[in-house]
């Protein structure tokens, strides 16, 4: 079945970065658009970042653009989501996603604090 594994979180400082990873199994990896999305307790889920199947980016939301940058390894079956300049504001659980199938994974706990 669908699997996404969702890596990398952690706390850092404002201002620093980090680096998510997400595993995908269970499907043709390469066929399929994938996104990033995070959420905080009592919000709706956000979009954050989407990519299609050759590695061309094809949004991001404004409050990470110029910041984050989301790629993909279609040979490792990997999506990844580079944070960069990170804000107390990105403090969220961040999940991967295939939008098609709405399959997500477990998130990954990304705290920005000093």
């Known amino acids: 079945q669908v699997q996404l594994v969702e890596s990398g979180g952690g706390l850092v400082q404002p201002g620093g970065s980090l680096r998510l990873s997400c595993a995908a199994s269970?499907?043709?990896?390469?066929?399929?658009?994938m996104a990033w999305y995070r959420q905080t307790p009592g919000k709706e889920r956000e979009f954050v970042a989407r990519i299609g199947t050759k590695n061309e980016v094809t949004g991001y939301a404004d409050s990470v653009k110029g910041r984050f940058t989301i790629s993909r390894d279609n040979a490792k079956n990997m999506v990844y989501l580079q944070m960069n300049i990170l804000k107390v504001e990105d403090t969220a659980v961040y999940y991967c996603?295939?939008?098609?199938?709405?399959?997500w994974g477990q998130g990954t706990q990304v705290t920005v604090a000093s």
């Open positions: 269970g499907f043709p990896f390469g066929n399929y658009r």
């Open positions: 996603t295939r939008p098609i199938g709405n399959d």
